[in-house]
């Protein structure tokens, strides 16, 4: 049986890094960045963006960067839409913060949950939908934005709240 790779463009957000390239999943972005049995992201033609402003390193180039799973605040996955991502059926409209960022946007869960229940579902990454991002200090990069789908790092919020 062949495993079936495929490169997506990502954009990546840790508390100190933008990181964009090319990120190779097999199967599903969906399942793949919850695989317990990988612990870090390859990202191909990789550009790596310090955030901290009048930091002495600018962007860095490199043709392969790996990034452990525990860093990324957020990961938004390119050509790839909600309606591919097998998300859960019920909607939770939240304001995550990070040490780095606000995220507004609706949670996707199951039937049952509630709010305070949302960041205990399976996986350290979990799908939104609807997102807006916005920095809490000043960033050498401008971040702000929205996304149609986002994956949050459950471990990475620090606090939140439903609207």
Do not use: W
């Not at 990502?10 to 508390?15: N, P, Y």
């Not at 990120?23 to 790596?48: C, Q």
């Not at 780095?100 to 990454?125: M, N, Q, W």
């Not at 807006?132 to 929205?146: C, F, T």
């Amino acid at each position: 049986m062949q495993v079936n790779i495929i490169t997506f463009p990502v954009e990546i957000l840790t508390g100190h890094y933008q990181i964009s390239g090319g990120l190779e999943v097999r199967g599903s972005p969906a399942v793949f960045i919850n695989d317990a049995t990988f612990n870090s992201f390859s990202i191909h033609d990789a550009t790596l963006t310090p955030l901290a402003p009048g930091s002495p390193v600018g962007p860095v180039k490199t043709s392969l960067l790996y990034v452990p799973k525990t860093e990324p605040h957020a990961i938004l996955i390119g050509n790839f839409e909600a309606k591919d991502a097998q998300l859960l059926p019920n909607r939770i409209r939240m304001v995550c913060f990070t040490d780095t960022y606000v995220i507004r946007c609706e949670f996707h869960v199951g039937p049952e949950t509630k709010t305070l229940d949302a960041l205990s579902l399976a996986g350290p990454f979990l799908p939104t939908t609807g997102a807006e991002i916005y920095a809490l200090r000043p960033l050498a990069a401008d971040l702000g934005g929205q996304a149609d789908l986002l994956y949050i790092h459950k471990d990475h919020v620090r606090s939140f709240f439903g609207e």
